[in-house]
């Protein structure tokens, strides 16, 4: 069974920064293509960020691209979200998750997802 624990969220004022963690553990995470999702109160979970499997493609959605980063550490079976220059629309419950090889961006084409961790941004 492939479990997926996020953790890093917390309140920080806008202009701050923030940087999520997901460890993977039950699987073969250097197969795994991980995205990161998000969903603020009354809307749809969105892609935000994603990383092949080998860490050489990223995407981005729109509005995080230039401010947010992921990455991947194989040796440790951890994905991040590096998040700078918040904005209070960014504040939403962060999930990380995974599925084989490439990057998606519906929820439905991803596998395995984590319990979420809450991004607060004041203004």
């Known amino acids: 069974q492939v479990q997926l624990v996020e953790s890093g969220g917390g309140l920080v004022q806008a202009g701050g920064s923030l940087r999520l963690s997901c460890v993977v553990s039950?699987?073969?995470?250097?197969?795994?293509?991980m995205g990161w999702f998000r969903q603020a109160p009354g809307k749809e979970r969105e892609f935000v960020a994603g990383?092949?499997?080998?860490?050489?493609?990223?995407d981005y959605l729109r509005s995080v691209k230039g401010r947010f980063t992921v990455s991947r550490d194989n040796a440790k079976n951890t994905v991040y979200l590096q998040m700078n220059s918040l904005k209070p629309e960014d504040t939403a419950v962060y999930y990380c998750?995974?599925?084989?090889?490439?990057?998606?961006?519906?929820?439905?084409?991803?596998?395995?997802w984590g319990q979420g961790t809450q991004v607060t941004v004041s203004s």
């Open positions: 998750t995974s599925r084989p090889m490439l990057i998606a961006y519906r929820t439905d084409e991803y596998d395995y």
């Open positions: 039950g699987g073969t995470f250097n197969t795994y293509a």
């Open positions: 990383i092949s499997w080998s860490g050489d493609k990223t």
